[in-house]
Every structure is written in C-alpha cells, then in structure tokens.
C-alpha cells in the first residue's frame, strides 16, 4: 500500500539559512499535518492543511511557514533556521480519523 | 492544555510475556486516540485507533482499551516478540486536528 512520502529524508544546513520540507501524502487523503520531534522528545504538533486550506495551527514559529498545493502534496519552509531547529520533522495525511505518518525529514542545523 | 502521561517509561520483559502499557490523559473531551510504535530515529507506524464512542480495538496481539471518562488507555500486547522491541506512543486528538503525544514507554523484550 501506498504510503506518505517525504523528501528529503535528511538536510544539513547552516545557521540562518533557509530550509523546504516536502510530503506527498497517501492518494486520496485530503488532509495534512506537520509534526517536529526534537531529541528524546514527543512529537509536537506544527500545523495542518485540509483540502488546500490551513485548518488548524500548533506550536509553529512565525520563521516557518506552510502551504499544501493542488495535488495535495505539502510544503513546509522554514527561514533564519536555528540550532534549535535541528529536529526530526514528520508529515502525516488521513482521510477522515486514523493519522498515517512518513518517514520524516533528519534537519541538522550546524 | 492537554497532557498525556504514559507509564511506564521504559520496561524490560522476556519474550513470551504478557504485557500492559498505560496512557492517561487530563483533557477528557477527545476524539480519538491512538496508539503509535516507533523504532529508534524512524517514523511512527499506527497500530490501533480508538473513536471516543469506542471501548476497544483488536489487531492481533494487540489490544487497546479507552476509558473516557476517567482518561485512561491501555495497550495489551500478547506473547511478546524480540520484534516488538521499540517505543510505544499514546496520542489523543481533541477539538484540534493535532494529535497531543505523550513521551512513550520504551519497550524491550530480551530473547
């Protein structure tokens, strides 16, 4: 079965810089959301998407911002990246209830 | 602001035993919960989903109960396997589309 896809799968880039996560969510899902997972940490909801609209706002710094396309694929960006930064970020898609995860993007921010 | 609790944090089993992992919530008004393993720097595979108007869910070994009222879970996971060695997540979804997770229970079942 298909599953969520995220590219890249790992990103290093430095202090300041600029940062664009990707996820392509299971065909037919209309919803998606976006989640960081720091070291040793739960993960923490960002923000989600519900056919191409934002539909409910986590914990996401103003540096990052998010949009999801026609085709229902999903962009996170994320600007004047910090250490703190450094996190894994996971997308997730559903249809109606059960949330199904990627495989997350590694950011190191050095 | 709901708050997931899972106990225990970590627990070290032989293979063959039955085991109880726990989640409590403080924020009874939820929608769903669910129940997530995690093997070490990977995504988050789910195991089982329980609608609030639910009482339990069965895939296999694994058996989670719900009790709304008094905000608690519990994930029963039978005959356990050197396999199911990773950590559990409990998380609930409330009015928000975001899940709330709690920190895991870090499962090991030695051979």
């Known amino acids: 079965a298909a599953g969520v896809i995220q590219s890249p799968r790992h990103l290093i880039k430095e202090k300041r810089e600029t940062a664009t996560l990707k996820c392509y969510p299971i065909?037919?899902?209309?919803?998606v959301y976006w989640y960081q997972q720091g070291p040793g940490q739960d993960p923490q909801f960002l923000i989600s998407?519900?056919?191409?609209?934002?539909?409910d706002k986590g914990s996401i710094p103003d540096r990052f911002s998010a949009q999801q396309f026609s085709d229902y694929h999903s962009e996170l960006n994320m600007s004047s990246l910090e250490l703190g930064d450094s996190a894994l970020y996971f997308c997730a898609s559903s249809h109606s209830r059960e949330q199904y995860f990627g495989p997350g993007t590694r950011l190191t921010v050095t | 602001k709901q708050e997931v609790t899972q106990i225990p944090a970590a627990l070290s089993v032989p293979e063959g035993e039955n085991l109880v992992l726990n989640c409590s919530f403080t924020?009874?008004?939820?929608?769903?919960l669910q129940w997530f393993r995690q093997d070490p720097g990977k995504g988050l595979t789910s195991l089982l989903l329980i609608q609030s108007s639910q009482r339990e869910q069965t895939s296999g070994r694994l058996n989670a109960s719900l009790d709304k009222s008094s905000g608690r879970s519990t994930l029963y996971i039978a005959a356990s396997q050197p396999g199911d060695s990773a950590t559990y997540l409990c998380?609930?979804?409330?009015?928000?589309?975001?899940?709330?997770f709690g920190k895991g229970t870090h499962l090991i079942i030695q051979p």
């Open positions: 998407f519900y056919e191409k609209m934002q539909s």
């Open positions: 924020d009874s008004a939820i929608y769903n």
């Open positions: 998380a609930v979804r409330g009015g928000a589309d975001g899940l709330t």
């Open positions: 065909p037919r899902h209309d919803t």
